[in-house]
């Protein structure tokens, strides 16, 4: 029997957890120690500082509900309806604080992975061509033709001396350099560079909010359940 039930510190916002732990440890049953370990995981999360994320809290919940039903009867609140009472108490307490996502939810995330995908797509058509003239600019490509004591030049004169072949990968960067990619201003290309950021920020979250299911289902006695 557990003995008398001290008080929650002071402002905790998830007594009847505490109250769970609490009896949990002052009972010596081995067979508790996969329940106790995932509470405590439970409570590590919820007492973290800064944003909780409300889909780990609800994860765990499914966790420790799956380990309380297979020990049935865990004899830590007089009767078994007590006993039911007060699990449902503790899923009622935490499952408050972090319900569900309107139905929506994945609409929403389907929605935010194609318009960040169509915002990196179009940063990308204005950002990739300057990065490909600055590249050529780098070698010694410009618009006016290979630049003397540069890498182009070089090429030129050892590869091709005084005739480069029409259609050659030297002629098609040169063409390139002077002009053959278009582009964009100052303006736009760093409006590309935020629409790129912008697309790849919006299919971050909503993959990174998909539901992770990184814990095995053990039993009460901490083996593979199966």
Same mark, same amino acid.
Request: include cysteine; charge should be neutral; proline fraction near 7%.
């Given at each position: ?9 002071? /402002?905790?916002?998830? &007594? ?12 010596? $049953?081995?067979?508790? %120690? ?8 439970? =409570? ?25 039903? %297979? ?6 609140? /007089?009767? %078994? ?17 972090? &319900? ?7 609409? /929403? ?7 960040? /995908? $169509?915002?990196? @797509?179009? *940063? ?17 490509? #410009?618009?006016?033709? &290979? ?9 030129? #004169?050892?590869?091709?001396? *005084?005739?480069?072949? #029409?259609? =050659? ?10 002009? *053959?990619? @278009? ?6 290309? @760093? $409006? ?11 299919? *971050? ?13 053990? =039993? ?7």
């Amino acid at each position: 029997m557990a003995p008398d039930m001290p008080t929650p510190p002071p /402002g905790d916002r998830f &007594p009847v957890l505490w109250h769970f732990i609490y009896r949990i440890e002052c009972t010596p $049953a081995p067979h508790f %120690k996969v329940f106790l370990n995932r509470l405590l995981a439970l =409570s590590t999360l919820l007492h973290t500082p800064g944003q909780i994320d409300g889909k780990a809290v609800r994860r765990r919940c499914n966790s420790i509900r799956k380990v309380y039903n %297979k020990l049935r009867h865990l004899k830590l609140w /007089g009767t %078994k309806d007590n006993e039911q009472r007060a699990f449902e108490l503790l899923e009622a307490e935490i499952l408050t604080a972090f &319900p569900e996502p309107a139905p929506g939810g994945e609409l /929403g995330r389907t929605l935010a992975i194609v318009g960040g /995908g $169509a915002l990196a @797509v179009t *940063g990308a058509t204005i950002v990739l061509p300057a990065i490909a003239v600055g590249g050529l600019g780098l070698l010694g490509f #410009s618009a006016v033709g &290979p630049v003397a004591g540069t890498i182009a030049a070089t090429i030129q #004169s050892v590869c091709y001396g *005084g005739a480069v072949a #029409s259609g =050659s990968a030297f002629a098609l960067a040169q063409a390139a350099a002077m002009g *053959g990619i @278009v582009v964009g201003s100052a303006a736009e290309i @760093v $409006a590309g560079a935020f629409a790129v950021t912008a697309g790849v920020g919006l299919i *971050g979250n909503a993959l990174g909010g998909a539901e992770d299911r990184g814990e095995d289902d053990e =039993s009460p006695d901490g083996k593979d359940g199966h």
